[in-house]
């Protein structure tokens, strides 16, 4: 028995193309024998039929403060205590910036203002309206009462473009909502809540003119892996990451995508004051073009061509002058030969409290696969080995490293 088994699950559905998708969580949740209730506004109507919810959810779908004829309304003061939890997915920006602001004007909002149970929040929207400041600054103030948002995934949307602002998938929100509910139903205390991380994923990209660039085989699997690990544990992450095809919407992690050493440079000195925990999991660059052509270089007549190359600025020896004592700094070293000296040397030598060694040498380590083969080593010199394992499995070995150091 999963834990959204009899659990009462207000739906609020509002207008979006997304609105479809909500028809495939509410049969998830049905099979997860959770009891679901529908609140759709108006404009959803436009999207979806409210027979076909009625119909999944197997209960009535209200729409309004009053019946039809005017003669009864919903109570939306005993549906807001009737639910163990609120989820409005998806949740449009107009609907946002009236919950952000206490507007009352329909049955989903004036339910939204009346709950005392937890809000869960799916955005879907467009890339313009879910980047512009009026919808960031809604969804902190949300945030800021509490209210779970989870973020908006990047690909084709209704308008034809491509970007942020899709809807999470469903199966992906059900992840989200049981990880959540979980240690208010079981008291279990999850063992990194209240601490903030940030991690760096990815590869960075070097630009050389304006179509190429020096990059790496990161594929930024092992550093998402990690930020995925902390927020189940209750961490709030953040992640700044490089260039990946990869993107993260199961927990609540906040996403920064940048290109360069230097762009990755600037987001992470910003961050890390107030994190408690850093993981530098990304592969940075450790040169980059001395001159950066603004124009795209052309072939000289069969000349040789060189390229005067700068070291970058080392991000995480930055990170290791700056450190408190009570930040945990950790770092990845990726080695082909003399491993542990080279690893240990680094530890030293930038600071850090840990750090996690993947030798090119051992089979089923290192870049672009599912799965690594991991050392850990402490300052004391302290050697901890692990089995090759997916990548989600050694993340999950490196965050309860960082719970035992917390701990001692
Ligand atoms: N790192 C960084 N900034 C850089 C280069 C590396 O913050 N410009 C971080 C990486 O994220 C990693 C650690 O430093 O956590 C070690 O990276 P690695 O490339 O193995 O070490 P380098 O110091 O660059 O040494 P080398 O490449 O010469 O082995």
Redesign the pocket.
């Known amino acids: 028995m999963g834990i959204l088994f009899g659990k009462k699950i207000l739906l609020g559905i509002t207008g979006s193309i997304a609105a479809y998708k909500s028809a495939f969580l509410i049969r998830l949740l049905i099979q997860e024998e959770a009891v679901v209730k529908v609140l759709m506004t108006r404009d959803a109507n436009s999207f979806i039929s409210p027979l076909t919810l009625a119909t999944l959810s197997k209960n009535k779908v209200l729409s309004e403060l009053t019946d039809n004829a005017g003669t009864s309304w919903n109570n939306h003061v005993e549906l807001g205590l009737w639910a163990d939890v609120l989820i409005i997915a998806p949740a449009s920006a107009n609907t946002i910036a009236k919950f952000a602001n206490g507007l009352c004007d329909n049955l989903l909002t004036t339910v939204y203002l009346s709950a005392r149970c937890p809000v869960i929040i799916v955005p879907a929207m467009d890339e313009d309206m879910w980047k512009h400041a009026s919808t960031q600054k809604n969804l902190a103030q949300l945030k800021s009462y509490g209210n779970q948002i989870i973020p908006v995934g990047t690909g084709e949307l209704a308008s034809g473009l491509t970007g942020e602002g899709r809807m999470a998938e469903p199966q992906q929100i059900i992840n989200f909502l049981s990880d959540y509910l979980e240690p208010i139903y079981l008291k279990t205390k999850k063992k990194l809540s209240g601490k903030k991380a940030l991690v760096?994923a990815g590869p960075t990209y070097e630009a050389i003119d304006p179509v190429r660039f020096i990059g790496n085989r990161s594929s930024g699997k092992m550093g998402i892996a990690i930020a995925e690990a902390l927020a189940k544990e209750g961490a709030e992450v953040e992640l700044i990451t490089g260039p990946t095809a990869l993107s993260t919407s199961k927990y609540n992690i906040q996403t920064t995508r940048i290109t360069s050493?230097a762009e990755m440079h600037d987001a992470v000195i910003r961050a890390f004051e107030n994190a408690d925990i850093t993981i530098?999991?990304?592969?940075?660059a450790?040169f980059t073009p001395e001159y950066p052509s603004v124009k795209k270089i052309k072939k000289q007549n069969g000349t040789s061509f060189n390229l005067p190359l700068v070291e970058?600025?080392?991000?995480?020896?930055a990170l290791g002058k700056r450190k408190r004592p009570d930040q945990l700094l950790v770092?990845?070293?990726?080695e082909s030969n003399n491993e542990i000296t080279?690893a240990t040397e680094?530890l030293k030598n930038?600071n850090l409290d840990f750090i996690v060694l993947n030798s090119l040498n051992d089979y089923g380590a290192g870049f672009e696969l599912d799965t690594n083969k991991i050392m850990i080593i402490d300052r004391d010199e302290k050697q901890y080995t692990f089995e090759v394992k997916p990548k989600s499995e050694v993340a999950k070995d490196i965050v309860d490293f960082i719970v035992q150091k917390l701990i001692i």
């Open positions: 760096t050493t530098m999991a990304a592969a940075v450790d970058t600025t080392d991000i995480i020896n770092g990845f070293a990726l080279n680094k930038k």
